[in-house]
């Protein structure tokens, strides 16, 4: 844990997304330096590539939306699956909602949420793992840019849409071609501010939409 800690701190800055003025986090300002400092860990602890370390479009728009309309986050339990660094869930916290849990499988990830929760004076569950195929104990369930690729879109999009059988479920995505088109209501539409580093643009037009039941 303070591997991670000092790895988090000593490769970012303290900053706001774009969108949400409101949250600060441990963020990366170049992706290079922090990508190769990542790639220099890969072989003595097995770390992920850094996305928790970039506020992603989906991400903001979750938090944006989430800090816009409390009345439908308060007293909900909230889960934000493949979190990054946490901004969607620290958004619900401050919400108003009655329990939130942050997940990821990357672990350096989930101790970035952790410290961004406590950066903002808020308090976040980290659960570790993959949750595709369960069925999530929660309200409200969050996910944004993950349909980055076919492959994961055909993994995710029928889980999320059984899920919304028991649950609310928001995604938030960038215009990928890889997202649902169909079975969807679209609550939300920015367009959100980005680096050419991550993407092709200086800004995507990002939507927010409730999957419906399959």
């Known amino acids: 844990m303070k591997d991670c800690v000092h790895f988090i701190t000593s490769q970012t800055v303290k900053t706001q997304p774009p969108l949400t003025p409101e949250i600060t986090l441990y963020l990366a300002t170049e992706i290079t330096p922090i990508w190769q400092a990542t790639e220099a860990h890969l072989a003595e602890a097995n770390i992920e590539p850094p996305f928790w370390a970039f506020a992603w479009p989906g991400s903001q728009l979750l938090a944006r939306f989430a800090l816009d309309h409390p009345d439908r986050?308060?007293?909900?339990?909230?889960?934000?699956?493949?979190?990054?660094?946490?901004?969607?869930?620290?958004?619900?916290?401050?919400?108003?909602?009655?329990?939130?849990?942050?997940?990821?499988?990357?672990?350096?990830?989930?101790?970035?949420?952790?410290?961004?929760?406590?950066?903002?004076?808020?308090?976040?569950?980290?659960?570790?793992?993959?949750?595709?195929?369960?069925?999530?104990?929660?309200?409200?369930?969050?996910?944004g840019d993950v349909c980055y690729n076919q492959q994961m879109a055909d993994r995710i999009v029928p889980w999320l849409r059984r899920c919304a059988s028991t649950m609310e479920v928001w995604m938030a995505d960038p215009g990928r071609p890889y997202a649902p088109k169909t079975d969807i209501e679209r609550l939300a539409q920015y367009a959100v501010p980005t680096s050419r580093e991550l993407e092709d643009r200086t800004e995507r037009q990002t939507s927010l939409y409730r999957i419906l039941p399959a």
Not at 103 to 109: G, H, L, Y
Not at 112 to 124: K, P, W
């Open 73 to 143: 986050i308060k007293g909900r339990r909230v889960l934000d699956f493949a979190c990054g660094g946490g901004l969607a869930a620290l958004a619900a916290c401050r919400a108003g909602a009655k329990h939130v849990v942050a997940n990821d499988i990357d672990d350096m990830a989930l101790a970035a949420t952790r410290l961004n929760a406590e950066l903002n004076g808020l308090s976040v569950e980290t659960r570790s793992g993959d949750l595709i195929g369960s069925l999530p104990d929660c309200d409200l369930l969050f996910c």
